[in-house]
């Protein structure tokens, strides 16, 4: 395996962790321009199950995801590599907003940039929904499930991580309803 390869990986992730503002959910269009439609490292029908693990799997989706796709492009050492590329900018990020902490927070001009940023990610978070939702088979089971569990997150106050685990149990069951299989 060539260095290079690595390093490769690394600079990778290191620049979407670098370049992604908002977390992990923003990263997501980012990956799917570079990882899959660019490098061609996994392909859409993997990056749509490393979103479903990821977010099955606790830690933040940016470590999970990197780790997920550094492996499935070369094995330890890639995810190792990945996993450092994508942790490393916010690292460095935070340790310089710890040494002038005091000075962003009374700056006007960063506070009303972090606010410019934000309504960025939330393009960035749509554009990755759009692209991914088209390689999703829709039914009308799929549709009333997404519906629903919109519905709830957003005018409720009723835990994410409860929710994810209802509606992956919901889905099982009726997989394995539509295949004529018992349970």
Known sequence: MKKNEYLDIFFTFFKIGLFTFGGGYAMIGVMQRDIVEKKKWIDEETMLELI?????????????????????????????????????????????????????????????ALKGISAGVSVLIFNALF??????????????????????????????ILLLLITGIFGFIVSFIQRGKKI
Do not use: C, R
């Not at 492009?73 to 340790?95: D, R």
């Not at 088209?134 to 919109?150: E, H």
């Open 52 to 112: 479903t693990i990821s977010e099955a799997t606790p830690g933040p989706f940016a470590i999970n995801g990197a780790t997920y796709i550094g492996y499935q492009h070369k094995k330890f050492l890639g995810s190792l590599f990945a996993t450092l590329g994508v942790v490393l900018p916010s690292f460095i990020v935070i340790l310089i907003i710890s040494l002038f902490l005091e000075a962003f927070s009374e700056n006007v001009y960063i506070a009303n």
């Open 131 to 160: 692209k991914l939702s088209k390689k999703v088979k829709m039914n009308v089971i799929n549709i009333l499930l997404i519906l629903m569990a919109f519905g709830v997150s957003f005018f409720t106050n009723f835990s994410i």
